[in-house]
Nanobody
Framework: QVHLVESGGGLAQPGGSLRLSCAAS????????MGWYRQPPGKERNLVAS???????AYVSSVKGRFTISRDNAKNTVYLQMNSLKPEDTAVYYC????????WGQGTQVTVSS
């Protein structure tokens, strides 16, 4: 069992930055994949970025060059650095891990608005 807690969401202006954190209740070093998903209002939840156990990264095209996913195994935490934010980045952001089973965090709201 893994418990995930996201933090770092909030209100940002267009062009601004936020860093999301996802803290796991146990070591993340064995997790096959960790990822960030987002669900805009009235839309489905989709993958934003992922990082594998081996360090391979993947991003949805709309965030490439703006968002960076990283992990700190010592802190059992995965991050999503979001720069050059746009109003269309507004969504609830969820952390997801796969260690053979799938676990989700509770989500954190990100709102980009002037």
């Amino acid at each position: 069992q893994v418990h995930l807690v996201e933090s770092g969401g909030g209100l940002a202006q267009p062009g601004g930055s936020l860093r999301l954190s996802c803290a796991a209740s146990r070591s993340i070093s064995s997790f096959v994949v960790m990822g960030w998903y987002r669900q805009p209002p009235g839309k489905e939840r989709n993958l934003v970025a992922s990082i594998t156990r081996g360090g391979s990264l993947a991003y949805v095209s709309s965030v490439k060059g703006r968002f960076t996913i990283s992990r700190d195994n010592a802190k059992n935490t995965v991050y999503l650095q979001m720069n050059s934010l746009k109003p269309e980045d507004t969504a609830v952001y969820y952390c997801r891990v796969n260690d053979g089973s799938i676990y989700w965090g509770q989500g954190t709201q990100v709102t980009v608005s002037s």
